[in-house]
């Protein structure tokens, strides 16, 4: 039995996607720093700590893999989406706390965001790879 094609969408369908998806995860990604950076420093009871310290530990992840982001890498924005759960499951821990409510509701929306925009981003930069290297054209059988 034959196997069916995959049918790609065209080129000018998926070309404004790509950038949108990858506007929008940068978007993200820089929002979900910036909700970090501006709870640790300006907000967070931290008992004495020094919130720089606590920063920099809650940044390394991001940190490690924001070249992959600023440079448009499909791998990583899909290691992006690996990384992000984790942040997910942060903020859902601290909903629970009535004092880190809208912190944790906040960090949960920039993570799920962040990990459906750099999805979308992946799927669609493949599709569109795949397009460009000639895949996807319909044959003259």
């Known amino acids: 039995m034959a196997k069916k094609p995959k049918i790609l969408p065209p080129t000018r369908w998926l070309e404004p996607r790509v950038r949108i998806a990858r506007n929008m995860s940068l978007l993200c990604f820089f929002g979900l720093v910036g909700l970090l950076s501006a709870y640790y ?10 919130p720089w310290v606590i920063l920099s530990i809650e940044l390394v ?20 989406c690996f990384v992000v759960n984790l942040y997910f499951i942060k ?49 003259a059988a």
């Open 41 to 50: 420093l300006l907000i967070a009871d931290l008992h004495g700590a020094r």
């Open 61 to 80: 992840p991001l940190l490690i893999l924001a070249p992959g982001m600023l440079s448009g890498s499909a791998r990583g924005h899909s290691w992006m």
């Open 91 to 139: 903020g859902a821990l601290a909903a629970y706390d009535p004092n880190r409510q809208l912190f944790g509701m906040l960090e949960m929306a920039a993570s799920v965001a962040l990990f459906c925009s750099a999805l979308l981003y992946v799927r669609w930069r493949f599709q569109l790879n795949r397009r460009l290297a000639g895949e996807g054209e319909p044959s």
